[in-house]
T-cell receptor, first 116, second 116 residues
Framework: SAVISQKPSRDICQRGTSLTIQCQVD?????MFWYRQQPGQSLTLIAT?????????ESGFVIDKFPISRPNLTFSTLTVSNMSPEDSSIYLC?????????????FGPGTRLTVL | AQTVTQSQPEMSVQEAETVTLSCTYD???????LFWYKQPPSRQMILVIR??????QNATENRFSVNFQKAAKSFSLKISDSQLGDAAMYFC?????????????FGQGTILTVHP
């Protein structure tokens, strides 16, 4: 299965600032996704990071707030812009990987963001 | 839109015993996938088991097995011979097929406690 790393693992930020989260995969993957997990909640899909084109956002998420880059098949970034305390969450990237004759989705270790 | 419901916020089991976690989902699609993920306090999302909707045979992975009832839209996880390391939050997830392939919808999660 794909090995996924994220940077930073955690951060504490001031409101009004922005943070860029990096996701690196050890193999080329077609599909990469970004999820948010608010405290004590489940995971919610933010967007699909498309290589070579703009990300596709889910309802309730917009590019101005969560700009995403996908410069190649192994790397993506998610920026949380103009942060407020409500943005305090764990942000996880996910990839679709083909292993053992099946496609499945694997997750990075997550980035824990606290906004003061 | 697809929805996933986990009706058990918390479950507990004695070490070496068996426990079943419930999950129901709602979809009008015929092509989809179902997953169980485990999230320990480290927050890493770990894939436990995967089931394709077109397969009638229930998936198994060592001590983990599912009871997939497609007509009832039910997808329960059975953990046999429970171990202390099984303690975690368990999420049921629905994966769309077709053009939405790779996007996951998660249930609310079930916290599993394992007593020695």
């Amino acid at each position: 299965s794909a090995v996924i790393s994220q940077k930073p693992s955690r951060d504490i930020c001031q409101r009004g600032t922005s943070l860029t989260i990096q996701c690196q995969v050890d193999s080329q993957v077609t599909m990469m996704f970004w999820y948010r997990q608010q405290p004590g909640q489940s995971l919610t899909l933010i967007a699909t990071a498309n290589q070579g084109s703009e990300a596709t956002y889910e309802s309730g998420f917009v590019i101005d707030k969560f700009p995403i880059s996908r410069p190649n098949l192994t790397f993506s970034t998610l920026t949380v812009s103009n942060m407020s305390p409500e943005d305090s969450s764990i942000y996880l990237c996910s990839v679709d990987d083909y292993a053992d004759s099946t496609d499945t989705q694997y997750f990075g270790p997550g980035t824990r963001l606290t906004v003061l | 839109a697809q929805t996933v419901t986990q009706s058990q916020p918390e479950m507990s089991v004695q070490e070496a015993e068996t426990v079943t976690l419930s999950c129901t989902y709602d979809t009008s699609e015929s092509d989809y996938y179902l997953f169980w993920y485990k999230q320990p306090p480290s927050r890493q999302m770990i894939l436990v088991i995967r089931q394709e909707a077109y397969k009638q045979q229930n998936a198994t992975e060592n001590r983990f097995s599912v009871n997939f009832q497609k007509a009832a839209k039910s997808f329960s996880l059975k953990i046999s011979d429970s171990q202390l390391g099984d303690a975690a939050m368990y999420f049921c997830a629905y994966g769309a097929g077709g053009t939405s392939y790779g996007k996951l919808t998660f249930g609310q999660g079930t916290i599993l406690t394992v007593h020695p």
